[in-house]
């Protein structure tokens, strides 16, 4: 870790974090208020972290390590500009990666279950061949590549079904759609884990502390279909919508998805201990859920 000397004193210089305004940022930088961890956030319009011009100056001070949040999210969204996919998962993160090798500051990159082809019957583990169905699934292929041959110090976090008490994600979705209709079908034969932003913050936090390196799966532990997501969060919130179990085919959507998304937490679990099951780390969410 980067250590700047202020008055005799050994302080840790703050986290650079970039994407701080989405779902994943707004935990960490709240994660980092309740430690008292000092940090800068940036993010769209004020940043756009596919500028190396824009990238470069930031590096003029040190930083413990970068965290970097950024990223094109929008699965079907993708199909159709896939472009502006590749530029935000694939291009930007080498241009932070190139940044991190000459400041030889560690780097912290998100990626996903959609890297994989989602046919496996066991949970994918961690060097598992990358074998995306996708587009956005390619570009965050991309950059897990990219980063890998940079030279950087990196630690790749891969993580699945994201949800938080803020901001766009299938917990509100649920929430909204149980709230408003008397009866829903969702989607049985996906399988895969839910993460609770606030959980994988906490958790991604830990490994940097201790210094950690490679590529890793972070999510909640156990796993579960949407179906089975559905319904837990419906009891959660004492509603009482008729929830019907439904195939991937009858929901047609532009991206194709992976029918079994399990990351294997094999190496993660050996570091920080068991995953908090995901039943419990919704309940917290769910507990904390912003107006709908
Ligand atoms: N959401 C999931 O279910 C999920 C699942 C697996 C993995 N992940 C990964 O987890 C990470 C965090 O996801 P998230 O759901 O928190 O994402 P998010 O809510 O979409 O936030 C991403 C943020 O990055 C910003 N951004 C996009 N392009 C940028 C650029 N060129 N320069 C600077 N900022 C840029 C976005 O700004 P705009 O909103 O203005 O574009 C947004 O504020 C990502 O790496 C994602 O791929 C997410």
Redesign the pocket.
């Known amino acids: 870790m980067t250590a700047l000397l202020t008055g005799g004193t050994r302080v840790s210089a703050p986290f650079l974090l ?2 701080d ?5 707004r935990a960490f930088r709240e994660l980092f208020a309740a430690r008292k961890r000092t940090f800068k956030g940036f ?2 319009p004020a ?4 500028e190396p011009d824009q990238v470069g100056p930031l590096f003029e001070q040190p930083w413990s390590a970068v965290i970097n ?5 929008n699965v079907d969204g993708a199909e159709a500009d896939q472009a502006a996919a590749l530029r ?1 998962n694939g291009t ?1 993160p080498g241009v932070v990666a190139a940044a991190c090798t000459r400041a030889r500051v560690p780097l912290v990159h ?4 959609y890297v994989f082809a989602g046919d496996a019957r066991a949970p994918y583990l961690v060097d598992a061949p990358l074998q995306p169905l996708g587009a956005y699934g390619r570009s ?1 292929a991309a950059g897990e590549i990219v980063i890998r041959g940079s030279g950087a110090e990196f630690l790749i976090v891969r ?4 949800y938080a008490p803020w ?1 766009n ?1 299938f917990v509100r979705t649920m929430a909204r759609l149980t709230r408003d209709k008397s009866e829903l079908k969702v989607v049985d034969d996906q399988r895969g884990r839910p993460t609770s ?1 606030q959980h994988l913050a906490a958790a991604t936090l830990a490994l940097v502390d201790r210094g950690t390196r490679g590529t890793l799966h972070v999510t909640d532990g156990g796993q579960c279909t949407w179906y089975e997501f559905t319904v837990e969060i419906a009891r959660l919130l004492g509603r009482g919508t008729i929830i019907r179990p439904c195939t991937t085919a009858e929901f047609p959507r532009p991206a194709p998805r992976p029918a079994y998304s399990v990351l294997d937490l094999g190496p993660t679990e050996a570091i920080l201990g068991p995953m908090p099951d995901w039943r419990v780390n919704l309940a917290g969410v769910v507990a904390e859920m912003e107006p709908l």
């Open positions: 970039l994407g305004r989405g779902m994943l940022g993010d769209l940043l756009d972290i596919a949040c950024a990223a094109y999210t935000a930007a998100f990626s996903t279950d965050k993580t699945s079904w994201l901001g994600n932003a």
